[in-house]
């Protein structure tokens, strides 16, 4: 997830658009037990995104989404729709929901450069 | 371009063109009938023949504010050389089709054909001599002729409002706001062939795909008996309260509601849907998966905080495709139980419960008469599905 974020960071098409979008999100993954906190970089010194695996951290989020490892890796691959997931309950989503609907379109041009990534590194999670 | 073959292209008496151009209302003309200059002068005759005087002209034409007309320029108009039967020597297409190709075009003005009209019949001609069914090429050509008109519509109204209106507000000359809107739409123009050709190619990729997906899984239904019948999920989604919000808000404001609403409405639905259309605040979205339809409206309820709260329903049965849209019974039952739901709820009727299964709820809630129907509909509450119905 941390090479994941790394790319939505800096892929010119994500970074920017997310980073104006200042949209604190905090991700629970489920199966894992783990918790991280992403937000927007602070200033022009800072990459676009910033997060920390943890809860400790120094600002709230807007948007708080659970899932499990799985359904995060069928996201980031394109293969999971963010409405039907929470309809099917795989995915929870609570806080400012209605930002979720801005970021969803900002996260799609990253789909192809995450599977790549799984495709070259991490073979076992191809769907 | 003599002054006869000029007035015969305006389509008034040479005596009245030479009355235009004594009385300043075609400053294109400097001795010579150009394209520019003959384009100006229609502009004046489509001015006189909605009524407006030519003193109204000359003042309009001061004021800067037919300077989007010297954009005609740039679309030189051709000549109707060709007959029909020159056409059909060309093309092998009968007379008849031509004409009603042409009518369906939107470009049935004159009574001949011009190269550019032979040239796109001989396109028509190739796509049916490549095997497309006439009725399918019929329907293409509809389904374009709205498009890009949509598309043509669309240019002209945004560079008018984005473009020439703030030239005029700015106190701009005539003469420079015409040059202005001459050299943008000159960058402007061939830039749009190739945007549309590169989307088109995306989108036809992406529809084949999910046309080849959609043929794979109702392979084992029963096929319909009628060629341009397919059986479909249709849901309908608009938002409640939507006329108050505009009477108490205001137009622009419900304006940005409503674009917000269906923005968000195409970025969320699964990839085997799509919006066929919209009307105002209300959305037609046609998909392959009912399932799919409607958990992704029951999500998308779960996505919705602010007032006004969309109403969805969703139904499953076979529609009839036609030009891009689909017709029949079965939309019509989709689009009167939409008229039922409150906002935030997503109602559907027994096709869906039976093709959706245990991944959502059903709750039913009513048996009820829609208008123009004989029979009764059943009529079903959707949630999301496990354990939390929150």
């Known amino acids: 997830m941390n090479r994941t974020f790394e790319i939505m960071s800096e892929d010119p098409e994500t970074g920017p658009p997310l980073r104006a979008a200042d949209t604190p999100q905090r991700f629970e993954f489920t199966d894992l037990d783990l918790v991280v906190n992403i937000r927007s970089g602070s200033d022009e010194e800072e990459p676009n995104l910033a997060w920390e695996w943890s809860d400790e951290v120094a600002w709230e989020p ?21 409405a039907i997931a929470i309809a099917r ?9 209605k930002a979720a609907l801005t970021i969803i379109p900002l996260t799609k041009p990253v789909f192809a450069r995450y599977r790549q990534m799984i495709a070259d590194d991490y073979p076992h999670l191809e769907l | 371009m003599t002054l006869e073959q000029a007035a015969a292209a305006v389509g008034v008496s040479t005596g009245t063109l030479r009355r235009w151009v004594r009385q300043d209302v075609v400053p294109q003309f400097d001795g010579a009938w150009t394209p520019a200059a003959i384009g100006q002068a229609r502009l004046v005759a489509r001015m006189r023949e909605r009524g407006h005087s030519l003193a109204d002209i000359q003042r309009a034409t001061e004021d800067g504010r037919l300077a989007f007309g010297h954009v005609a320029e740039l679309f030189a108009a ?32 004159t009574p001949g054909l011009t190269d550019d009209d032979l040239e796109l019949l001989r396109y028509i001609a190739a796509v049916l001599d490549a095997g497309l069914p006439l009725d399918a090429m019929l329907q293409l050509t509809r389904v374009y002729a709205q498009a890009i008109a949509q598309i043509a519509d ?33 960058d402007l123009l061939p830039l749009a062939s190739p945007m549309l050709d590169q ?19 109702s392979e084992l239904e029963l096929a319909s008996d009628e060629v341009g019948r397919m059986r479909v999920a249709i849901a309908f989604a608009d938002l409640a309260g939507y006329t108050r919000l505009t009477e108490e808000a205001g137009e622009l404001h ?50 919705q905080t602010e007032r006004p709260l969309p109403r969805i329903a969703v139904h499953y049965g076979y529609a009839l495709y036609r030009d891009g849209d689909y017709y029949g019974r079965e939309v019509n039952i989709a689009a009167r139980v939409v008229a039922r739901s409150a ?25 009820v008469r829609l208008k123009g129907f004989k029979g009764p509909t059943e009529i079903f509450l959707a949630r999301p599905g496990g354990a939390e119905s929150d």
Not at chain 2, 90 to 104: F, H, N, Q, S, V
Not at chain 2, 158 to 165: A, I
Not at chain 2, 352 to 362: H, K, M, N, R, W
């Open chain 2, 154 to 186: 669309a240019e002209v109204r945004l560079v008018h409002l984005y473009v020439h209106e703030p030239l005029m507000r700015s106190g701009s000359a005539a003469a420079e706001m015409a040059d202005e809107l001459v050299e943008l739409t000159s």
């Open chain 2, 343 to 367: 906002g935030g709820e997503v109602l559907v009727t027994r096709p869906i419960v039976e093709a959706t299964g245990s991944e959502l709820q059903f709750e039913r809630i009513a048996e």
């Open chain 1, 62 to 82: 807007k948007v708080r989404l659970s899932m499990s490892s799985e359904t995060a890796n069928r996201y980031f691959q394109g293969k999971e729709n963010m």
């Open chain 2, 254 to 303: 419900a304006l940005d509601v409503v674009e917000r609403f269906t923005e968000a409405v195409s970025v969320t639905l699964p990839d085997d849907a799509r919006v066929i259309k919209t009307i105002g605040d209300e959305v037609m979205i046609v998909g392959s998966d009912p399932a799919a339809l409607t958990a992704w409206a029951v999500g998308f309820q779960r996505l």
């Open chain 1, 89 to 97: 309950r795989r995915i929870k989503a609570v806080g400012d929901v």
């Open chain 2, 78 to 109: 051709e000549d109707p050389v060709h007959s029909l039967s020159d056409a059909t020597d060309a093309t092998g297409l009968d007379p008849a089709l031509i004409e009603r190709l042409m009518t369906t075009l939107g470009l049935r003005s």
């Open chain 2, 199 to 217: 989307l088109h190619r995306r989108l036809l990729a992406h529809f084949i795909e999910q046309d080849v997906v959609g043929h794979m899984e």
